[in-house]
């Protein structure tokens, strides 16, 4: 797939990042896959999985859906822990994702090699990698390694990102003026349909959303504060 044929594809369009952490009650191969499934049944133009799963979510993600699939794998919590070596990302590859998605900040990366480095082995191996970034100064860093899409998905969990309750909106404007003609995806705490909708507003091509719609934990905790919370009227 060229990155012009995803673009195509992605272009205003929704995509669902079906994950679950470890000790999560959806922390289950063929869960992932039905709820991939699920946000394909529902619109989403292409799916992002692995994450603690790794490489079998992937490559179930990958033969349940006709759509393309972003398929990362996360070593570890700290630092660069999203498909952080050039061959964490071959095996992602390897499983069938059409794109990978791996970090792409300026912190050390734990093969000691360059984002570049992950890019050009993904790219000699016929795949399209998504760059996470945090900052504008990321983004800029990983457009100039040779990354297909730059996308905000690190912004508030990186040293020098900015901590926001929400998604980081002005990161999305400020990388689609610095990169006009990157593909540039919006993701990150997208918790309501209008935030997702803002970010298309903003330059962003498409826009990934995870918890907010695969996380039943999250879901309910929302309605359940809600309920706790309300004003009991009574006659
Ligand atoms: C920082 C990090 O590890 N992000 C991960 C990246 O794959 C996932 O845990 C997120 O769920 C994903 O980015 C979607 O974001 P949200 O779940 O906020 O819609």
């Given at each position: 797939m060229t990155v012009e044929e995803l673009l195509t594809i992605i272009s205003g369009k929704l995509i669902v990042s079906c994950q679950a952490g470890h000790g999560?009650?959806?922390?289950?191969t063929g869960t992932i896959e039905r709820m991939a499934r699920a946000a394909v049944d529902g619109g989403a133009v292409a799916i992002r999985c692995g994450g603690v799963g790794g490489t079998p979510d992937v490559a179930a993600v990958v033969s349940a859906v006709k759509v393309p699939v972003i398929g990362l794998t996360k070593i570890g919590?700290?630092?660069?822990?999203?498909?952080?070596t050039r061959e964490s990302a071959l095996e992602v590859v390897d499983s069938g994702a059409q794109i990978v998605a791996a970090d792409a900040t300026l912190r050390p990366r734990p093969d000691g090699l360059t984002f570049a480095d992950t890019v050009d082995a993904v790219h000699d191996r016929g795949g399209l990698v998504m760059a996470d970034c945090g900052t504008l100064a990321d983004g800029i860093a990983a457009a100039a390694a040779g990354a297909d899409i730059i996308s905000s998905t690190l912004a508030g969990y990186t040293e020098n990102s900015r901590r926001l309750a929400g998604p980081d909106l002005e990161l999305v404007s400020e990388l689609r003026q610095a990169l006009p003609d990157v593909v540039l995806i919006a993701e990150g705490r997208y918790h309501s349909p209008e935030d997702a909708a803002r970010a298309i507003a903003l330059g962003a091509d498409s826009v990934v959303v995870g918890t907010a719609i695969t996380d039943p934990a999250f879901i309910t905790s929302k309605f359940a504060a809600a309920v706790s919370g309300a004003e009991r009227q009574r006659v």
């Open positions: 999560h009650a959806l922390r289950d919590s700290e630092g660069v822990f999203i498909t952080p």
